[in-house]
């Protein structure tokens, strides 16, 4: 590992095309963040029934991974600017429509579901196009410092946006959260105007159906993108659900609930330092030395498991986010590096795909599973199976070369 300590790259990249992409992504992360704490807090006040709650969230999440594939074959053969642009504005209508419906007390679930469904599926045809569109914003030698940006960016977002759509909704109400939401998806939209238009198909271009099959060559054809990406199906398995579900449970038991709140924090501090500094390091085998950090991210299940106690948990959050970040850094370098430049929304939804659709089971799983064998050792069984799922990859050659 090097540091790279010339800063002259960093503020081309930030005065360049680059710099309005990564404005606009902050744009549509804030609104993003703000929204999932909005809308959650908006249909309890509005219904107060939990029960309403995980049917909007369900309708947001479904259409994401069901559209996911159709959004990278999209994203390949048209401009991704384009799909951007209007991936933003669709989900301003819809959470704008939705902002309208709370402000005006005329909650309904299943309208409010409806247009959460729509919401999430333009987020499906977003993510393929945000992944691709960075290679035609940076030149190859600047991907690990833009996806570092990227990086910073978001986890600083994660911090602050939760926190003030809670204090709107508090203060003012969800309807009005989600309406701050929906304009921020405007303002991101705008700010994508002013990046190159990119790629369009040409009218003998073959059909979408061959380019997904297309796409599912490529994908198949490079072993060690298949076998990662099923590495993060087992890892988001591991982790999502036991962190999710039974961490806060955990950790509440030793401590209280302000100790999960300190665990939060301290975790999301360890993914905004570790970015930053990323933005200088330079690893001699990236892909590598990503993964094998990646195993840190399975201490906090392991502290779960093993302690409880929230100051324990929350050391091993921060050491684990390091890991977190570098491995999310150097995945996203990889597969813009190596993966065709045609074909690479494509490859990114097939393994946004494989990576997330573990989740919800992961999600659902845990509560009855905590109830027959116990919280914490289904933490610490999860922990030592997360260790397991990160070593996977390097069962190709091309990982162990790094």
Avoid at 127 to 143: C, F, K, N, Y
């Amino acid at each position: 590992m090097t540091s790279d300590l010339s800063a002259a790259p960093v503020r081309l990249l930030l005065s360049g095309r680059f710099g309005w992409f990564l404005a606009g992504r902050a744009v549509d992360l804030f609104g993003t963040s703000m929204t999932t704490v909005a809308l959650a807090l908006g249909v309890l006040q509005a219904s107060g029934r939990a029960t309403d709650l995980g049917v909007v969230l369900a309708t947001s999440m479904i259409p994401t991974l069901a559209l996911l594939l159709a959004g990278g074959v999209l994203a390949d053969r048209t401009s991704r600017r384009g799909l951007l642009i209007a991936a933003n504005t669709v989900s301003a209508a819809a959470v704008g429509a939705i902002a309208v419906v709370l402000i005006t007390g005329r909650y309904h679930l299943g309208t409010v579901a409806a247009l959460s469904l729509v919401s999430g599926a333009a987020g499906a045809f977003a993510s393929p196009a945000l992944r691709g569109i960075v290679p035609e914003l940076v030149d190859d030698a600047d991907l690990r410092r833009a996806n570092a940006l990227l990086s910073s960016t978001r986890n600083g977002i994660r911090i602050i946006a939760p926190a003030v759509a809670g204090l709107l909704t508090a203060t003012a109400g969800g309807g009005w959260a989600l309406a701050v939401d929906a304009a921020s998806y405007l303002v991101a939209a705008a700010l994508f105007l002013r990046l190159p238009p990119g790629r369009r198909t040409a009218a003998t271009a073959p059909g979408l159906g061959a380019e997904f099959a297309a796409g599912w060559r490529v994908f198949r054809s490079m072993r060690w993108v298949m076998l990662t990406s099923f590495s993060y199906a087992l890892v988001n398995a591991f982790a999502v659900g036991p962190w999710n579900v039974l961490g806060p449970t955990i950790v509440t038991a030793h401590g209280g609930a302000f100790g999960w709140g300190a665990v939060l924090s301290v975790r999301a501090a360890g993914l905004l330092s570790t970015s930053l500094v990323a933005v200088k390091l330079v690893f001699r085998r990236p892909l590598r030395t990503g993964l094998l950090l990646g195993v840190m991210s399975a201490l906090p299940l392991l502290a779960l498991g093993l302690s409880g106690k929230a100051w324990t948990v929350a050391g091993a959050a921060f050491v684990g986010g390091i890991g977190f970040t570098i491995a999310g850094i150097t995945w996203d370098t990889a597969l813009q590096t190596r993966v065709p430049r045609e074909a690479l929304s494509r490859v990114s939804a097939f393994d946004d795909l494989f990576s997330f659709i573990a989740i919800p089971l992961s999600q659902v799983a845990m509560g009855p599973l905590a109830a027959a064998a116990g919280a914490q050792r289904v933490a610490l069984v999860c922990g030592v199976g997360y260790v397991g799922a990160c070593l996977l990859p390097f069962l190709s050659p091309v990982i162990r070369r790094g």
